[in-house]
T-cell receptor
Framework: GDSVTQMEGPVTLSEEAFLTINCTYTATGYPSLFWYVQYPGEGLQLLLK?????DKGSNKGFEATYRKETTSFHLEKGSVQVSDSAVYFCALSEGYQGMRFGAGTRLTVKP | SQTIHQWPATLVQPVGSPLSLECTVE??????LYWYRQAAGRGLQLLFYSIGIDQISSEVPQNLSASRPQDRQFILSSKKLLLSDSGFYLC??????????FGPGTRLTVL
């Protein structure tokens, strides 16, 4: 079945550092790919998405490119802020059956 | 715009007691609806999904059940809670490009 593997955390960075969180997937068809962010005690918020190969999703300085040849969707940000501290989830969906999520990566940004 | 509500926000229940969590969606009709569980420090596990009234699919055999008595209402239930049912329960609805939008969640502690 479909699955998502993402980089184990936690990740600790200094403010203004470069961020990469790796995500790879296994799917039988052509999934849509997503990154979600979860702040403490809250539900998940959609951060960005890509629906087909070579699409680049972007939002709030975060970017991820749908790479079909490497089955990857790595999350990047050029300069992180303290307010980016959260748990990040990579996910895929192929239709109405529901999403498959990675285990989540906790990011802590220190001033 | 669409909004999704969950209640209660937090719940502490003894082992063996019943459970009822409610989710309602506003601003859309005939949504696909989902229940996920997030155990402490872990990713999200899909529990149930529904494509219409009284149409429920279960992903994993559980001590839980789901019902959809109305178009925009999705209920998660249990007759007898186990310690392992503790977690953060999230309801979601599916939008046009397979992205899902999540409610604020219910934190359940079984003692």
């Amino acid at each position: 079945g479909d699955s998502v593997t993402q980089m184990e955390g936690p990740v600790t960075l200094s403010e203004e550092a470069f961020l990469t969180i790796n995500c790879t997937y296994t799917a039988t068809g052509y999934p849509s790919l997503f990154w979600y962010v979860q702040y403490p005690g809250e539900g998940l918020q959609l951060l960005l998405k890509a629906t087909k190969a070579d699409d680049k999703g972007s939002n709030k300085g975060f970017e991820a490119t749908y790479r079909k040849e490497t089955t990857s969707f790595h999350l990047e940000k050029g300069s992180v802020q303290v307010s980016d501290s959260a748990v990040y989830f990579c996910a895929l969906s192929e239709g109405y059956q529901g999403m498959r999520f990675g285990a989540g990566t906790r990011l802590t940004v220190k001033p | 715009s669409q909004t999704i509500h969950q209640w209660p926000a937090t719940l502490v229940q003894p082992v063996g007691s019943p459970l009822s969590l409610e989710c309602t969606v506003e601003g859309t009709s005939n949504p696909n609806l989902y229940w996920y569980r997030q155990a402490a420090g872990r990713g999200l596990q899909l529990l149930f999904y529904s494509i219409g009234i009284d149409q429920i699919s279960s992903e994993v055999p559980q001590n839980l059940s789901a019902s959809r008595p109305q178009d925009r209402q999705f209920i998660l239930s249990s007759k007898k809670l186990l310690l392992s049912d503790s977690g953060f329960y999230l309801c979601a609805w599916r939008a046009a490009f397979n992205e899902q939008f999540f409610g604020p969640g219910t934190r359940l502690t079984v003692l």
